[in-house]
C-alpha cells in the first residue's frame, strides 16, 4: 500500500513538473495592458473534413500583425457590395497596423485598451479566436491558432 502511495504522488509530481515546463513559454510582462499570448500555426490536407481537435499546431515564428478591429470593421462595412479585391483593402489596413516578427510563438506587447485583431502576413480571414479585448490594467493571455488547409 505505501508503495503505491509513493508511486501515485511520483506520478503526480512528474505530471506537475511537465505541466508548469509548458506554461514557462510565457514571459511575465513588464506592463500593465496589453498581450502575453502564444501564437500557434498548422496546415495540411483539410479533406475529409474533421474536427479541430486532430489538427497539429506548432508555435508560429514569422511576422504579425495587430489590427484594431474597430478599423477592420469599418473596412468589411464599406466594401462589402464593392466589386473590389478585399484582399488588398485589408493588405493595406495591415500596413497601417502594429506590425511585429515574432519568434517560439510568443507575442508579447504593450496595448492600449481596445479590440484587436491578430493576423498573419499571409493570412487575411477573420476568426473568432484572433480577436482580443483589452481593457485598463489587464494582459490577456491566451493561445490564438491558425490553420492553412492546403486542399478542400
Given amino acids: 500500500?505505501?508503495?503505491l502511495l509513493i508511486k501515485v504522488f511520483?506520478?503526480?509530481?512528474?505530471?506537475?513538473?511537465?505541466?508548469?515546463?509548458?506554461?514557462?513559454?510565457?514571459?511575465?510582462?513588464?506592463f500593465k495592458t496589453g498581450l502575453n499570448c502564444m501564437i500557434k500555426y498548422g496546415q495540411g490536407d483539410c479533406m475529409p473534413i474533421f474536427g479541430e481537435s486532430n489538427r497539429k499546431y506548432n508555435d508560429y515564428t514569422g511576422k504579425i500583425f495587430i489590427v484594431n478591429k474597430r478599423d477592420y470593421d469599418n473596412l468589411i462595412d464599406k466594401n462589402i457590395n464593392c466589386n473590389c479585391v478585399i484582399k488588398d483593402k485589408i493588405d493595406s489596413l495591415k500596413g497601417e497596423s502594429i506590425s511585429l516578427r515574432i519568434n517560439d510563438g510568443k507575442l508579447i506587447k504593450e496595448l492600449q485598451p481596445d479590440s484587436f485583431i491578430i493576423m498573419l502576413d499571409t493570412e487575411y480571414i477573420y476568426y473568432n479566436n484572433n480577436e482580443?479585448?483589452?481593457?485598463?490594467?489587464?494582459?490577456?493571455?491566451?493561445?490564438?491558432?491558425?490553420?492553412?488547409?492546403?486542399?478542400?
Fill in 1 to 3: 500500500m505505501k508503495s
Fill in 10 to 30: 511520483l506520478f503526480l509530481i512528474i505530471g506537475l513538473v511537465s505541466n508548469g515546463c509548458e506554461n514557462n513559454k510565457e514571459v511575465s510582462p513588464d
Fill in 132 to 152: 482580443v479585448y483589452l481593457k485598463s490594467d489587464t494582459i490577456v493571455s491566451k493561445n490564438i491558432y491558425f490553420y492553412n488547409c492546403t486542399s478542400y
